[in-house]
């Protein structure tokens, strides 16, 4: 009877069996529907990373795209650059090279113009030296005609009378015809002539001279009559009367030589013109 079995602990053998056996369908079951759920999940996992991973791509392409016409594009501007970048260069290449022209041009110019500046401040200074010279020769000149005017002194002609200045030299002649008080009519006698020279309104014959002695001999022909005036010295005013209005004439002899004589005929302002010569 030992081996016959309680009958409450048989029933309760059965019932831990029985739950044990549902709790082992339970976990199946669940295990089963938990794979199946998480199969499920892994695929829709799958389909969304695929359409996930073809968007991208497809994003990625339009992308690539994107880009591809954007190198594109920035290579075409990248060449446009460089061809004005390339342009700019050489015009501005070729303005540096003018400007470096223009600058030796000016430079040039520049050293033209000190030079011209250097030359006319030498021309100046030339100028200058010029003008104190020409002072100091107008001086000189002023001097020499104080000098002439005092060698051109009054002296008692060969008559007695007093005459008017007298011109020792051409020069002093000059000087005599520019003060305007009398006529003057330069001569040049040569003794070989054998008819009296006209001179002014009278006519004038050398006879002889002495270039040594500074002397000579001279014949007058004035109003049908011939004057002698013999031996007289250079410098020595020979005075005649000739005219109706009896009016002093006086010839001056400056330089004698071998065989001519030089010198003038004064007349007073009011003396008949050459032209009415008497014979």
Known sequence: ????Q???T???NNLFKIVLIVAVAIYVLGSGYFMYNLSSRLDDLNLQQKAAAESAEAHNKAIMDRLGMTENSLKQSADVLQSKLTRTQREAAARAAELRKQEEETAQQVQQSQQQISSVSS???????????????IVATKTDLDA???KLESTIG???????LIAHTRDDLEVLKHKGDRNIYEFTLAKNNKRPTPVGTVSLQLKKVDAKRGKFTLNV??????IEKRDKNV???????SGRDHLLYEVVVFTAEKNSISGYLSTPKNAPQPGVMAQ
Request: glycine residues 14%.
């Open 1 to 4: 009877m030992e081996n016959e």
């Open 6 to 8: 309680d009958p409450v």
């Open 10 to 12: 048989a029933g309760s």
């Open 123 to 137: 021309d100046l200074g030339g100028v200058k030296s010029e003008l104190t010279g020409a002072k100091g020769d």
């Open 148 to 150: 002439t005017k005092k």
């Open 158 to 164: 060969d008559l007695g009378q007093q005459s008017g």
């Open 221 to 226: 022909v004035s109003d049908d009559r011939t």
């Open 235 to 241: 410098a020595e005013p020979l005075q005649f009367y």
